[in-house]
């Protein structure tokens, strides 16, 4: 029988900071919406930087977000970390700056926010979004 456990804080800190890369949950009128998210985090709070659309709408609707990231080795041997959080749009150009610095320490080519089609379907541009997340709740299990 495989055995899970808690993570510790110290941990669960070191997975964050060695990952980039999870999965954002957002819920907007009893409706969940998963999608995978690159971020950083600067051992305080997430940032993460993407192109306007169903996300941003979830979020602007529910600002209440989960982000889990997770190191897999075999289906035996992984961690898995759950940030419950509030995520804030950055609109001052301090705030942006400082989180670009740390975004694109961790996601130098910052794919696939900016690969994605810079137009949508009916031809319009496509905007950008920069958010911070500063957790509430961070919380670690693995297998022991």
Not at 90 to 97: A, G, N, S, Y
């Amino acid at each position: 029988m495989l055995k899970v456990e808690d993570m510790s804080p110290a941990d669960m800190h070191a997975l964050l900071q060695r990952q980039n890369f999870g999965h954002l949950g957002c819920a907007r009128e009893g409706r969940p919406y998963v999608v995978p998210m690159h971020y950083a985090y600067d051992g305080k709070e997430f940032y993460f930087l993407t192109t306007e659309g169903m996300k941003t709408q979830f979020i602007e609707s529910n600002p209440q977000v989960c982000l889990q990231v997770e190191e897999v080795t075999d289906p035996t041997h992984w961690r898995s970390v759950m940030v419950i959080g509030r995520a804030v749009e950055l609109t001052k150009q301090d705030e942006t700056e400082r989180a670009m610095k740390f975004i694109t320490e961790r996601n130098p080519s910052l794919t696939p926010a900016i690969s994605a089609t810079q137009v949508d379907s009916l031809g319009r541009g496509v905007g950008i979004a920069l958010y911070r997340i500063t957790p509430e709740i961070i919380d670690g299990r693995q297998t022991a």
